[in-house]
């Protein structure tokens, strides 16, 4: 899927399947947003200047209220802003409803603060997580504490994990490389030090990468 969001400037790049949609739906609400704004400023400037102090133009003979504008000018954009809000809510369902069938699924426990990982093989790791691109990954979260959120920005998702649940998010990413992992539930005085790295590997990669990683003890030490 192309990104929407190539051509602006300054936009922060993604890296997922789930940040293109995002990333549709966020400029087109901004440019939904926009284009109102400037239409009401506009016609603020337009009025200001017309009908300024010493102005010639014609204030008599006022139009009676039509209904038929005030009735069209309402749904039209009670219709645009149901679109949006239906809009989201399919990429919510999206998002949010893991896919039946996984390239692969990962284990991931939030604590004070770090981030663990393990693997199915029963590779682990602590504020890292390597993944191969192109592969649907399903993450099982937990949280052995407070609440955290997992937040991975370049792919537009994050989750809060709770104590007590198991929660599940997936994501299929489109490029290598190294992406900010994240808390983004303030969780005690070192949440602004609860971070890693999503590692987005080629699968050959990934696979001589497995090999290399022993087996660690369980994600609950």
Not at 2 to 8: G, I, N
Not at 67 to 90: K, N, P, R, S, Y
Request: proline share 6%; glycine share 8%; net charge neutral.
């Amino acid at each position: 899927m192309a990104d929407a969001t190539r051509w602006v400037p300054f936009w922060p790049p993604t890296s997922a399947a789930s940040g293109y949609r995002v990333n549709t739906l966020f400029i087109f609400e901004l440019a939904l947003c926009a284009a109102i704004l400037a239409l009401v400023f506009g016609l603020i400037w337009v009025f200001c200047i017309r009908y300024r102090r010493g102005s010639p133009a014609v204030r008599s003979g006022a139009e009676e209220k039509s209904w038929a504008v005030e009735i069209a000018w309402t749904a039209a954009t009670l219709v645009c802003f149901l679109g949006l809000f239906v809009w989201g809510a399919g990429m919510y369902v999206w998002l949010y409803q893991p896919p039946p069938l996984a390239d692969l699924e990962l284990y991931v426990v939030g604590k004070q603060w770090m981030w663990k990982i393990e693997h199915p093989g029963g590779q682990r790791e602590i504020d890292a997580l390597h993944v191969p691109v192109g592969k649907t990954v399903r993450l099982v979260l937990a949280s052995q504490d407070v609440i955290h959120s997992f937040f991975i920005p370049a792919f537009r998702l994050k989750h809060d994990v709770v104590p007590g649940t198991l929660e599940t998010m997936w994501f299929r990413p489109t490029a290598t490389g190294s992406f900010a992992l994240l808390c983004a539930e303030f969780c005690g005085t070192q949440h602004a030090h609860m971070e890693g790295q999503v590692v987005v590997m080629e699968p050959a990669a990934y696979t001589d990468w497995l090999a290399n990683q022993g087996v660690s003890q369980s994600l609950a030490q």
